[in-house]
């Protein structure tokens, strides 16, 4: 993962930026730690660029992300800003709720052509 940016899902902690789980009860809420997923990636050489908008708590409110290449359709629900930021060319990869690489990289694909595929619908 050397060099690789990545963006982040609201719901995994990071030391350095602000985590709110996608609410208003926890804004400029600042972890002491990074989730151990987190630390991991830094350990291999990931550079986390910024964090992504997801729902309140992955569950309830949706975020205020619009497919960046049809703005009146929405890239998803909790993996939205992750969706957005790919088809945005903002990261190549994005972090999510995903607990194994197989389910990982399956939820960027699946977010990526949801995103994707919005842009071509008129």
Known sequence: ???????????????????????PIYANHYPSADAVSIALMRQAGGIILGKTVTTEFATFKSGITSNPHHPKHT????????????????????????????????SILLAASLALNQAWVK
């Open 1 to 23: 993962m050397h060099g690789l940016p990545i963006g982040v899902k609201d719901l995994y902690d990071t030391y350095d930026l602000p985590t709110s789980y996608g609410s």
């Open 75 to 106: 890239p998803g629900e909790s993996s939205s800003g992750s969706a957005a930021a790919i088809a945005d060319f903002m990261v190549p990869p994005s972090y999510g709720q995903l607990n194994s690489w197989l389910n990982y990289s399956t």
